[in-house]
């Protein structure tokens, strides 16, 4: 994997992948503070974002990681097509009024520390994957104070079963840039250097 900006200098051994493991699939909510070791902060999280259904976060990779500042954590998001993260109508899908007031000061809270002008709409209405990705970051050092990194994994020139819908790295690149640009991150923010894209090919 593509170093990240500053997980490289601050790394004092190998990244330990905690999920998926075997025949796993992604984790969300209270599985996902349990491989990280982060149950104690569960109160805080359910506090920070709904446990009910829709709306939440399900990570494609977990792992953890040793570093400098004490124990460090990488999320992954992989895409494999442009259509599964250029999605400007995606929203929370929520219908509970209560999670979606929750989700709605999570991301404000973190579009404020991220810099983002309020004129952008709002992430839990437009483009509601990318955000609730940069909100969990957000938390993760803001909260817990944990050193979190957040890997966008695209996959290169994947044909099956979109063939008109594959990138290279290069497209993905251009794609990538324009849609932090739509969800309104400043080109320098707080958290700029815990955020990084990596291309691979896909297998």
């Not at 399900?58 to 895409?79: F, M, R």
Request: aromatic share 14%; with cysteine.
């Amino acid at each position: 994997m593509t170093a990240l900006p500053s997980l490289s200098s601050v790394a004092k051994g190998e990244l330990e992948w905690v999920s998926p493991l075997g025949a796993e699939l992604e984790c969300w909510n209270r599985r996902f503070l349990e491989k990280l070791d982060l149950l104690d902060w569960e109160e805080d999280f359910r506090s920070f974002w709904p446990f009910s259904g829709s709306g939440t976060p399900h990570w494609d990779a977990l792992a953890k990681v040793p570093t400098k500042d004490g124990p460090g954590v990488v999320l992954v998001e992989a895409k494999a097509h442009l259509g599964e993260f250029d999605k400007p109508k995606d929203s929370t899908g929520a219908k509970d009024a209560v999670a979606v007031g929750q989700i709605t000061r999570a991301c404000e809270s973190a579009r404020a520390s991220y810099g983002v002008p309020t004129a952008i709409p709002a992430w839990e209405k437009r483009y509601y994957q990318v955000g609730n990705r940069l909100t969990h970051l957000w938390w993760m050092r803001t909260i817990p104070k944990l050193p979190t990194w957040l890997v966008w994994v695209f996959f290169t020139n994947d044909h099956d079963p979109w063939p008109h819908d594959a990138l290279n790295a290069y497209e993905w690149q251009s794609a990538y840039e324009r849609v932090m640009g739509d969800v309104g991150l400043p080109t320098r923010h707080p958290f700029a250097s815990f955020i990084a894209p990596c291309y691979l090919p896909p297998g």
